[in-house]
């Protein structure tokens, strides 16, 4: 009589063939080698190392992007306040004023903003002068990561209008 185990036939011959039959019938069951662990590990944190200071390098990007965004949103206010009151704010008032009533100006029809002005992306508050220089109204600008004048790439200032 023969039985069955895995579709695999198991007669009575030797041991050793029944454990060759047993070995067929459950497959191999072969896990990874360390070494095989440890190259997989290694072109991870080679593509790690090569992709990483790339994506790091737009997060800068993303926020001197943001930065500009932002500052629309501020110039846009700022002229609403100028159509309301015929004058932009001082630099003493600041871009507080964009939001709360500073020293009772006749025609504030604020808040401008719907909530407090933003800092710039780097967590600094925007720098806000009127009047500007070289004729203008107003100047509205970050320096950057840096947060001083100048500078290049995320550390590059970024002016309004």
């Excluded at 070995?23 to 440890?38: D, H, I, S």
């Excluded at 110039?75 to 009533?101: C, H, I, K, M, W």
């Amino acid at each position: 009589m023969h039985e069955r185990s895995s579709g695999v036939a198991l007669t009575g011959a030797s041991p050793a063939g029944k454990r060759l039959a047993q070995q067929r019938g459950k497959g191999f069951r072969r896990g990874f080698t360390l070494l095989e662990l440890l190259v997989v590990l290694l072109i991870i944190a080679l593509l790690a190392g090569y992709v990483g200071p790339k994506l790091f390098g737009e997060v800068g990007k993303a926020r001197s992007k943001t930065a500009a965004s932002q500052m629309k949103g501020i110039e846009s206010a700022l002229d609403r306040y100028r159509l309301d009151t015929g004058r932009y704010p001082g630099t003493e008032a600041g871009l507080p004023a964009l939001t709360t009533n500073v020293g009772n100006v006749q025609g504030w029809e604020g808040p401008y903003m719907s909530s407090q002005v933003p800092n710039d992306p780097w967590g600094k508050p925007y720098v806000y002068r009127s009047p500007g220089e070289n004729g203008k109204d107003y100047d509205l600008m970050t320096f950057g990561a840096d947060g001083k004048p100048g500078g290049t790439g995320e550390d590059a200032d970024i002016i309004g209008k």
